[in-house]
C-alpha cells in the first residue's frame, strides 16, 4: 500500500523559509516521479515542482529561483525547500507520486503554509 506523509508545514512571515518533507512507503522509491502541488484559496490545484525518475526537475514559472525540490532515495522522502516566500505562496502543499508505466497519482494529506505580510 502506496502512503505519502508530509510534514514541515506551518506559519511564515514574508521572506521567510520554510522545508516541506513528504516520506513515502510502498513503493520502489527511486522507479516514481515525485513532485510537489498546492491549492490555494479559491485557487485550482496547481504542480509546484517534480522530480523525474532520472532525478530531472520541473517547476512553475511562478516559484522558479525561490523554491527547489530534492529527494533523498535512501530515506524514500522528498523535499520542497521554500525561501523568499511571498503571501501568494499561501496554500496547502500536497506531495504527489507516480509509479513508473502508471497514470494513476498517490497523494499525501496535504500540509498548509501560510505566509504573512
Known amino acids: 500500500q502506496v502512503q505519502l506523509v508530509e510534514s514541515g508545514g506551518g506559519l511564515v512571515q514574508a521572506g521567510g523559509s520554510l522545508r516541506l518533507s513528504c516520506a513515502t512507503s510502498g513503493t520502489i522509491f527511486r522507479t516514481n516521479t515525485v513532485g510537489w502541488y498546492r491549492q490555494g484559496p479559491g485557487k485550482q490545484r496547481e504542480l509546484v515542482a517534480r522530480i523525474t525518475v532520472i532525478g530531472s526537475t520541473n517547476y512553475a514559472d511562478s516559484v522558479k529561483g525561490r523554491f527547489t525540490i530534492s529527494r533523498d532515495i535512501a530515506r524514500s522522502t522528498v523535499y520542497l525547500q521554500m525561501n523568499s516566500l511571498k503571501p501568494e505562496d499561501t496554500a496547502v502543499y500536497y506531495c504527489?507520486?507516480?509509479?513508473?508505466?502508471?497514470?494513476?497519482?498517490?497523494w499525501g494529506q496535504g500540509t498548509q503554509v501560510t505566509v504573512s505580510s
Open positions: 504527489y507520486l507516480r509509479r513508473a508505466g502508471e497514470t494513476y497519482d498517490y
